[in-house]
């Protein structure tokens, strides 16, 4: 196990009716605030009024940045910050899903900073003070309403870049299952690979002797592997709802990846693909990892078996660790199509005339290369992305 | 799943060396603090003289509250709350086991109270403010490292009793997995012990549909029962201890009851034990689980089943699902006892002339009933201490 500092200190309020809470919870911070929120669905669902009446209850002025689209804008986050700084705003308060979460942390960070935003994003500088966001959850995929990360894409160029700090995660994230029943099957779908590929970013590492978070992650993965049917089958199963949400949150808070070096190429590797074709990120994820994961796995066969033991059920009797290891990569893959998610990018109509370019644009950093488990150069990500044709 | 809030904002600094990082945290609380901790074990191991350079170099004055015993005693937190007035103090450190951390815990909430802290202890009074509390961990057993919880013994009577607030959450908690190397066997073992009983007053509940944190309970007790034999054949692994250190953590936090009616019964009948013959915590849980699991199993064999099968690895070929969940517990019994941990009361000398006197300490509380998987009344009490005979 490696050294690691860990906090994680979003207070989690989580169940039926939650949402009324919120405006108690955001006067804690501010009487006056930004509202964040996407398109028309908390406006049908009712979720925006009963929002808006716990926030006037409470005497909470607010602003609202409403219309953020899925792979949020930069634009969008710059209007964020320009009505906070004009209006004296000193909290952040985001309903919806990692979209709507994201440029809330994104606002945060922007406005007591004097530069452009975006330099947060290229690494060009240091987050050193945030605004307080709240977050009313209403998708999970992102593990937005805990993490300590905001993903942003700049339409100029569609470069989606994210960036990592303690700073932004939420003062406190509400948390209603219920608000998750209207979403379709594909969302629904998309969200539960993006959970699961959050835990695998963490679960394939070279750090030795991991064992508690190997079986926390081992255990997460199991729970959206069961439950994530049976959302799927009854939308409106809170357990199966409740048990998606919460795993959401546990895959992403960070505890999973405590003391272990963790991967990313997989998520660098779809960022480029969502970024320029505007696709869901979890069937993104969907794609990329069957393929990252045949790629890699020669790299230490014995992890991808123990993955196929413990989280796929693979019975250990087949002939060689390789095919054991295959298997597991054979079964998630499966898991995701019987899902009816994409598992090729010519299933989503992507060809294959961009791939290098994607592939330079996920190497431009200093390094030239991506992943923890497997360092990646442009080569292996054009092998990757073939892979995954 | 249940509703439920969470919040666990301790700052967690894991890993080797980490102790020299104290005075650097402390300073952003406090110029002026108290320094808890235990007999000679600090001083011999040079953790002490570590924590007081630390301190010094950050310009950190310290008045010492030592000679904090096992089951430790309610003068001592008295000792402590009028070192804290007098002085003018407004953090307490502590370094050493659980007995020092709920010591400092007992002290943060005492300072600011006008009445007697036992008030607290009693019921009688609610916990409303609390001096920010730091540890530096040298045992991993209580959790009380980034847990809501502080146990303490009043010599009056020899009543030992908890309490539960957010607010004495640790602001950070320093641990190394090196400071356990030179913990003895017995100690070791009663850690363990310890450490598996706070997942298993979580796991065994009457709320259904709590798969994750099911699986994250199985996932964290499969990682002490690997670990806590390795770090008895060698003291010095370092991984094997860091296993146990973080999953103690991670077992008492809260994560793992998030959603779930949680038991306790089990612990409160221990603390009788180890009120009255101040025998070490975790020995009297390793006698008191086998018999409380033996007298409660029916209530829902299932559950018991599930454990029996995902911890304990019982082929579920066995003829019936009572057959299967015994041999769960029998397991768990050996395991107990395979790490030289008593099992039967008569082991250590305790006779079985008090259990009506227990019993009835138990059950002092307004409803006479104790725990939530099973609600146990005084003369169920008396069985499971005749159980444990």
């Keep these: ?33 930004l509202f964040c929120y996407g398109g028309g669905s908390i406006k049908r669902s009712g979720l925006y009024d009963r929002i808006v009446k716990s926030l006037k209850e409470n005497g909470i002025e607010f602003i609202e940045l409403s219309g ?97 700090t303690d700073l932004i995660r939420p003062a406190f994230a509400i948390m209603n299952p219920e608000l998750t029943f209207t979403l379709p099957p594909y969302q629904t779908a998309c969200g539960a690979a993006d959970i699961m590929a959050h835990v695998m970013e963490r679960y394939f590492t070279n750090t030795q002797h991991v064992d508690l978070t190997d079986r926390l992650c081992e255990g997460t993965l199991k729970t959206i592997i069961n439950n994530a049917p049976l959302a799927l089958e009854n939308p409106k199963n809170y357990d199966a709802r409740a048990e998606m949400m919460w795993a959401n ?3 992403h808070n ?47 066969t014995k992890r991808f078996v123990q993955f196929a033991v413990r989280v796929w ?39 294959d005339d961009r791939f290098e370019e994607m592939a330079d644009k996920c190497t431009s950093s200093d390094t030239k290369l991506i992943g923890g488990f497997v360092k990646l150069k442009k080569s292996d990500i054009i092998n990757i992305y073939k892979l995954a044709k």
Tied chains: 1, 2.
């Design 1 to 33: 196990m490696e050294n690691f500092t860990f906090v994680s200190p979003t207070k989690i309020i989580f169940g039926r009716g939650t949402e009324e809470t919120v405006g108690g919870e955001v006067k804690k911070y501010s009487k006056k605030i």
């Design 68 to 164: 953020i689209k899925p792979n949020p804008r930069l634009s969008t986050v710059k209007v964020g910050i320009k009505i906070c700084r004009e209006n004296n705003i000193s909290f952040v308060l985001a309903a919806g899903g990692g979209s709507v979460l994201d440029t809330a942390k994104a606002v945060a960070v922007g406005v007591p900073y004097s530069g452009d935003v975006w330099d947060f994003y290229l690494g060009k500088a240091e987050v050193k003070a945030a605004l307080p966001v709240g977050a009313i959850l209403t998708i999970p995929a992102t593990g937005s309403e805990a993490s300590n990360s905001s993903v942003i894409t700049n339409e100029d160029g569609w470069f989606k870049k994210g960036i990592n």
């Design 249 to 251: 949150t546990i895959a």
């Design 254 to 300: 960070g505890v999973l990846g405590t003391g272990r070096e963790t991967d990313w190429a997989s998520h660098k590797i779809e960022h480029e693909l969502s970024g320029i074709y505007d696709i869901a990120h979890g069937a993104g994820l969907s794609i990329i990892f069957p393929a990252w994961m045949k790629y890699v796995y020669k790299h230490n």
């Design 313 to 351: 059920d693979v019975d250990l009797s087949f002939d060689s660790e390789e095919e054991i290891a295959l298997e597991g990569i054979k079964r998630m893959t499966e898991f995701f199509k019987k899902m009816g998610l994409p598992v090729k990018l010519s299933e989503i109509n992507i060809p």
